[in-house]
């Protein structure tokens, strides 16, 4: 009898055990792995993703204002840019007369050798006439100083031309007395015949001077 309760006792205790050891079993297996993508987590990205996206809309919008609002600066910049007064748009062509000059002058400055044409003193007292009144005798000082002797027969283009200013032919004048005698001879003779010309009295007396009038005019 006693055996029969020891036996009964330890049967109880054994079927205790496995029904504990079968609940843990079943417990383990409800547990989510470490690594498992479907878990706590799942949910809080599924709710930041319209997050995100609702921040990358925002952003692109500022950037697209942003954008608009340089455009709109930079088109209110050019409305408000007032347009050249008639004064400073005068001044501009002014200097590009006054450049167009000193460039044929370094034109020639550089030219080596090589004989002035009719058409070079042509052009030369073209643009000399178009420079504005106010830079002439800037420009023509200039001239003056580049221009060498084998090339002076463009300055005597403006010599020659009795419609320029008599301030400005005798600049020339002045400067060709100062020049090679070889100069002198062929430029003097020729204003001297005019006798309507500016310089004409003063080519006369120099010509007279140095006994080189012609025979006609010398009484000879």
Wanted: aromatic share 6%; hydrophobic share 40%; net charge negative.
């Amino acid at each position: 009898m006693d055996i029969r309760k020891k036996i009964s006792a330890l049967v109880i205790v054994f079927a205790v055990l496995v029904a504990v050891v079968v609940f843990m079993w079943q417990g383990q297996e409800d547990v989510q792995p470490p690594g498992d993508d479907v878990g706590p987590e799942a949910p809080q990205s599924a709710v930041q993703g319209p997050a995100r996206k609702d921040a990358a809309t925002e952003t692109a919008g500022l950037e697209s204002a942003d954008a608009e609002s340089e455009d709109e600066g930079e088109d209110a910049g050019e409305e408000s840019a007032e347009p050249k007064t008639a004064e400073e748009l005068q001044e501009e062509e002014d200097e590009k007369k006054v450049d167009a000059f000193d460039s044929l002058t370094d034109k020639w400055m550089e030219k080596d050798g090589g004989e002035v044409t009719m058409k070079d003193m042509d052009d030369f007292v073209v643009a000399f006439k178009s420079v504005p009144a106010a830079r002439k005798d800037e420009c023509l000082h200039r001239a003056l100083n580049l221009v060498s002797d084998d090339h002076v027969l463009l300055l005597a283009g403006i010599l020659f031309d009795k419609s320029i200013d008599k301030e400005y032919l005798e600049l020339v004048f002045n400067d060709v007395l100062n020049r090679d005698e070889e100069v002198k001879k062929l430029i003097l003779p020729k204003i001297f015949k005019d006798k309507d010309h500016p310089c004409w009295a003063d080519t006369a007396w120099i010509l007279d001077v140095t006994g080189e009038l012609p025979k006609k005019e010398n009484g000879e």
